[in-house]
């Protein structure tokens, strides 16, 4: 059982990281009252678990998806990792978010959709591309099933005919890659105690890949 590092939680940097999550609360916790199944949380993700995320891409070409993109905290963080902003596909079902994505990303635009026609929506943009990631920050766990069941098999899809890797992270850092359940093979995990809270991030892949 994974059991998060405590001794981070008094690093000085996590508490600098949610100062800068707290920059954006306030249209977070807007979006969060407005819709709490679909936003999940009232603050964005930290410097700390974007990095994480990120480092669990694979290197190689193709598109990678920020997922619930919501203030654009993982879309700027892949822009400083060197991944060109034409690489990346923000997509985000919630309008209030595009104002502070613009000033997070103003050269990646902010594509309003739903996770559940992701497929017709990277065909939309991005046709014939390839998938390198799909970085995901959707509020999994406090989804209805059906929805998030809908989610996976679009995820599936995408994967099989697009290929790439799928990262999802959860604050339930007891659980033990539970996104097997719809199909996926897990390839990675990790811990990130610099985060408030702990989370952990899942990497997964599928057989017969684009």
């Excluded at 635009?109 to 017709?120: F, K, M, Q, V």
């Excluded at 999994?140 to 995408?158: F, G, N, Q, S, Y």
């Excluded at 996926?184 to 599928?206: C, D, G, L, M």
Aim: hydrophobic residues 45%; aromatic residues 8%.
């Amino acid at each position: 059982m994974f059991v998060p590092n405590i001794h981070g939680l008094f690093d000085k940097q996590i508490y600098l990281d949610f100062a800068e999550r707290m920059r954006s609360v306030g249209i977070f916790f807007r979006e969060f009252v407005c819709s709490p199944a679909s936003v999940g949380s009232i603050c964005s993700s930290s410097r700390s678990l974007a990095k994480a995320l990120i480092h669990m891409v694979l290197p190689g070409k193709g598109i990678v998806i920020d997922l619930g993109a919501g203030s654009g905290i993982i879309s700027a963080e892949l822009i400083r990792a060197g991944v060109s902003p034409e690489r990346i596909m923000a997509v985000e079902i919630s309008e209030g978010f595009c104002k502070e994505f613009s000033t997070q990303c103003p050269d990646v635009p902010l594509i309003i959709g739903n996770a559940c026609s992701l497929e017709s929506i990277i065909a939309s943009h991005h046709k014939n591309a390839g998938v390198c990631a799909i970085i995901s920050s959707l509020p999994l766990r406090v989804l209805p099933t059906a929805i998030v069941e809908e989610i996976m098999r679009e995820v599936h899809t995408v994967l099989s005919q697009r290929g790439g890797v799928f990262i999802q992270y959860t604050y339930a850092w007891w659980l033990n890659y539970p996104l097997r359940q719809y199909g996926f093979i897990p390839k990675a995990a990790q811990i990130v105690s610099r985060n408030i809270p702990p989370a952990k991030i899942e990497s997964y892949t599928i057989l017969n890949q684009g």
